[in-house]
Nanobody, 128 residues
């Protein structure tokens, strides 16, 4: 089992930045792929970004490409999501997710069904 706890959410003005953190405990997190998803009110949970177990490969949703950066520090069992140039439409609850690592390209894993482990979520609100 892997337990995930997100932090770093909050209220920010449009154009601003936030960094989310996802702290993992349990099994060796360095062997797990990490992902970020988000869910806005009235919408389905959607893929944001993913990172391979080693950190060597990443993938992003088109809506955040060039603005968000996913990274990880395996020594700290933590995955990060740096969010820059935030827009009102980025407002959502952001969830960290994890799945066992594999040799498949990280961009393969964009569905919520691909990730068995989830955090409780952290709210990000972008005001105009």
């Amino acid at each position: 089992q892997v337990q995930l706890v997100e932090s770093g959410g909050g209220l920010v003005q449009a154009g601003g930045s936030l960094r989310l953190s996802c702290a993992a405990s349990g099994r060796t997190f360095s062997s797990y792929h990490g992902g970020w998803f988000r869910q806005a009110v009235g919408k389905e949970r959607e893929f944001v970004a993913a990172i391979s177990w080693s950190g060597a490969n990443t993938d992003y949703a088109d809506s955040v490409k060039g603005r968000f950066i996913i990274s990880r520090d395996n020594a700290k069992n933590t995955v990060y999501l740096q969010m820059n140039s935030l827009k009102r439409e980025d407002t959502a609850v952001y969830y960290c997710a994890a799945r066992a690592g594999s040799t498949r390209y990280i961009g393969t894993y964009k569905s919520t069904r691909d990730y068995p482990y989830w955090g409780q979520g952290t709210q990000v609100t972008v005001s105009s």
